[in-house]
């Protein structure tokens, strides 16, 4: 039945793609904080700590597949 409406597993992700990229630059260029990258993005510390961890889980991929076609 939820299904069917359009309801599925959860609440929407505050950030998409693009925005958890550019969060994540910031962070690696070493000029800001978490905390004030949460604050600028209008997120909490973890939804920062969380996109890092799914950046990295993406670049993993994306390596593993680089190495696997060679």
């Not at 998409?16 to 070493?30: C, F, K, M, T």
């Not at 990258?37 to 920062?48: D, H, I, L, Y």
């Amino acid at each position: 039945m939820a299904r069917a409406k359009g309801h599925l597993r959860g609440r929407q992700p505050k950030l998409n793609r693009r925005q958890e990229a550019h969060l994540v630059s910031l962070l690696a260029s070493g000029e800001y904080s978490t905390a004030e990258v949460a604050e600028s993005f209008g997120v909490g510390r973890s939804t920062v700590y969380r996109a890092i961890e799914r950046q990295r889980d993406r670049a993993l991929v994306v390596e593993i597949a680089a190495n696997s076609s060679e």
